[in-house]
């Protein structure tokens, strides 16, 4: 499945500068930044079930949000982008 | 048509922080909220069409990153949210 993930996670305290960071290098280890706080996830249901119990274990459910969308297939490549573009697409060869 | 744009708009210049209040108030003109650089539009394809000419007008294609991912229609409501929760859907009564 693919999953769009967003979050806002309130970075006005120290705690809230490491949730945000445990956050990124929790989704990094599924997906594919795309944008500071949006990463786009090609996953099973199992891993999904997995990310999504691991990020309610690191937020603050009363200062941070997270949002994940379930969409169908093809659906990142059928994605417009305006301006500059920080990464290969999930379907492009990586080449060192 | 449901959208989701997600935006990073570079705020370290005073210009920038300029092109940010103006892609968030052309979004604003087009949908709902529901984190500080994501939004949820229903629209039809020429407003759809409209809104990518206008932000694509207000932001520095160098340095800005907006994307807009078309959706199948009921994608909003099957999204699932972590944490705090800024608005209320686009299904629901707005009572005053």
Known sequence: MELLITYDVDTTTPQGRRRLRRVAKICEGYGIR???SVFEVVCSEADWL???HR???AIDSEHDSIRSYPL???TFSAAHHLGHSPSAGHDEPLIY
């Open 50 to 52: 997995l990310l999504h």
């Open 72 to 74: 169908p297939r093809g």
């Open 55 to 57: 990020l309610l274990d």
């Open 34 to 36: 795309v944008q500071k």
